[in-house]
């Protein structure tokens, strides 16, 4: 039977669950909010399934890739703005409902719990569109999925890269019938934290929430906005500067323990299409960058490659460019792991008793000069200055980095 000993050689995944017949495991939360895999040994027959299928245990080798690299961008204004990059997703999801499949992505249940959700049709898209901050639960989804692709449905997964190797695990091979599009993922905060957060906008603006964004376009794309709709008809805006849920995020306090030492970080990977942000288009391209967003795209197969073609009326292909390139300017998360933040735990510690914005401004206070810098930020952005300050961080950034 699986035993999980160590917190960081876990990523939840759930395929182990999903494998087991005799429904010996339970996906439970631990203090911090995460879901592990729970043995009920009373049911367990030691049958070794769960360890078969773990993509911790049983890491899927790298293969000799035809990888290739480009840039583009959805042809629909509204899809582009409500998009986190360039709406590659949405895209590729349209065109495998065009064709009589399903598509699986991240979207939201009643309570905003963020959860893979099915798509039949263009219209469950929307929620499915831009980043999501949190580890979505899966439940038995490895499970349906197996049964469509049985069946001959044509079935398009979104998910994490560590998603995407647990469904192929439990697979056991990847059907020609499936599309699997992973992303460039920096780290998965819990759904236990989420919920402290909800709760926390909720009573705060004393209603409930029925919308998020965690990187809205509020002041275009290389400035990202945490954007909250609620049911009596405001929103609510805030950066990472400001918002504690982006605060905890980009500081590293909040991603999952296997996170920070990824086991399914390279170039080379198992899904068909790779998606993540192209902030620096002009110093790639030479051309001038709108701030409306672009697609970073890695295709590793010929199906991917195949897909990238059928697509090819809704989206400008921008260009194509040298992987090592992309990589260079928009994906280090593609090879490295963020390191978590020194108080990480203490921070968890503290969120399993109170609310998030006590937490955080606990362990990585809010500041006076935080909440001025967000007070100015339309007017830097309206006259321009914005971007000079996000060039003197990126240097910075680089600097550091190298």
């Not at 049985?150 to 019938?177: H, R, W």
């Not at 919308?211 to 275009?220: E, S």
Request: charged letters at 25%; glycine letters at 8%.
């Amino acid at each position: 039977m699986i035993t999980i000993k160590e917190k960081k050689d876990c990523c939840g995944c759930t395929a182990c669950y999903n494998i087991c017949s005799k429904k010996a495991i339970t996906m439970m939360e631990d203090k911090e909010g995460f879901l592990y895999p729970v043995i009920d040994q009373q049911k367990c027959v030691d049958c070794g399934l769960c360890n078969a299928v773990c993509p911790i245990i049983n890491r899927i080798g790298s293969e000799q890739e035809n990888t290739k690299g480009y840039i583009l961008r959805n042809k629909d204004k509204n899809v582009l703005f409500e998009s986190t990059s360039g709406g590659a997703f949405t895209a590729l999801a349209e065109h495998v409902l065009h064709n009589g499949g399903v598509v699986y992505g991240a979207g939201y249940d009643e309570a905003m719990n963020v959860i893979c959700k099915k798509a039949k049709t263009s219209v469950y898209l929307r929620e499915m569109r831009g980043s999501k901050f949190v580890q979505s639960t899966l439940g038995n989804t490895f499970q349906v999925i197996k049964k469509e692709l049985q069946d001959g449905i044509y079935v398009m997964f979104s998910g994490t890269p560590c998603q995407i190797a647990g469904l192929l695990k439990y697979l056991g091979k990847k059907p020609e019938n499936l599309l699997c599009v992973d992303f460039v993922c920096r780290g998965v905060p819990s759904p236990g934290l989420w919920r402290n957060y909800v709760h926390f906008m909720e009573e705060k603006y004393d209603s409930k929430m029925v919308g998020a964004r965690f990187k809205h376009k509020t002041y275009g794309y290389h400035t990202t906005t945490m954007k909250i709709d609620f049911a009596n008809g405001k929103s609510y805006y805030g950066s990472g500067r400001v918002d504690p849920y982006m605060k905890a995020f980009v500081s590293e306090l909040a991603s999952r323990p296997s996170c920070a030492d990824c086991a399914f970080k390279g170039l080379e990977r198992p899904s068909d299409i790779t998606i993540f942000d192209c902030y620096e288009y002009t110093n790639l391209t030479g051309k001038t960058d709108d701030n409306k967003g672009y697609s970073s795209v890695f295709t590793h197969s010929d199906k991917g490659e195949k897909m990238l073609r059928d697509i090819m009326p809704k989206v400008d292909i921008l260009s194509q460019e040298n992987i090592e390139k992309l990589v260079e300017y928009n994906g280090i998360m593609v090879r490295n792991s963020a390191k978590a933040h020194k108080k990480r735990d203490d921070f968890y510690h503290l969120a399993a008793s109170m609310p998030i914005d006590k937490t955080i401004n606990l362990i990585a206070p809010i500041t006076m000069k935080d909440y001025a810098i967000e007070k100015i930020k339309r007017f830097l952005y309206s006259t321009g200055t914005i971007k000079y300050i996000r060039k003197l961080k990126k240097k910075h950034t680089i600097a550091v980095t190298k």
